[in-house]
């Protein structure tokens, strides 16, 4: 972990009020590990304003990569920051995924939550491996940077609530359909998720029903990103874990849902 004042290197719209800031971040970049997170200083807002969390999308190069969707004060400011400003980063944060698998990587994704599944699955195929991404949204507009997971040769199942694009339905439906075909095959898989909580809760469901690893990164607000505040907890088997700290990646067979 390091605070390192960085240079924004491009901040483009992908639409939908989602964003990509890329940072020259060479400390950070070098020990990011995916599903890790950055804690962001807004810039435009008072000095005492809470720093805001962010997954690595990409880490790469002396650079980092991170998605946002413009939701309130501090997103709003960081629309504003522009190519060549200073922006200071924390990170990286918090305990990511494992990426070694043993079987057919399944990854699992809602809305933004794609961003840690994209530098995981980078990896994961540097590694020699075949990741394959479920990419689910309210709308197509929710689908994002499905066209990088298309240059690294990922293999991508859309579902849409509205049926705007992929199948109309929860991204668990094509999900469910390859765990049946893998089930009759006898072939091995792992899976990694990411988005709100109801997918991550059913998605956790299905690796523990079919007795296989899965990996569930949970989005809690974590305010300090160090373990000092106890804001972002989250209920495991072994009591309340700090999802900055001990996650933000769990081992689903380790969560308590509500």
Known sequence: MRVEECTVIAHEVMGSGYRRLELEAPGVAGGAQPGQFV???VPGIECTALRR??????????RIELL????GRGTAAMAAVEHG?????IGPLGHGFPEKCSGVPLLAGGGFGVAPLFFLARRLKNSGLSPVLFAGGRTKTDLLALDR??????????????????????????LDDMLSKFKSEGIKFEIFACG?????????????GTRSPGWISMDRHMVCGVGACYA??????????????EGPVFAAQDLVWE
Do not use: W
């Not at 946002?68 to 939701?71: D, L, N, P, R």
């Not at 709100?196 to 523990?208: E, H």
């Open 53 to 62: 969390p962010f997954s690595i999308f990409n880490a790469d190069g002396g």
């Open 68 to 71: 946002y969707k413009e939701v």
């Open 149 to 174: 997971f298309a240059e690294l040769g990922v293999e991508t199942f859309c579902a849409t609530n509205d049926g705007s694009a992929g199948v109309k339905g929860l991204v668990t439906d094509p």
């Open 85 to 89: 400003s200073a922006v200071n980063i």
């Open 196 to 208: 709100p909580d109801p997918m991550l809760k059913a998605v956790a469901m299905r690796a523990t």
């Open 39 to 41: 804690h962001l200083r």
């Open 232 to 245: 972002c907890i989250q209920k495991t088997v072994r009591g309340n874990s700090r999802c900055c700290i």
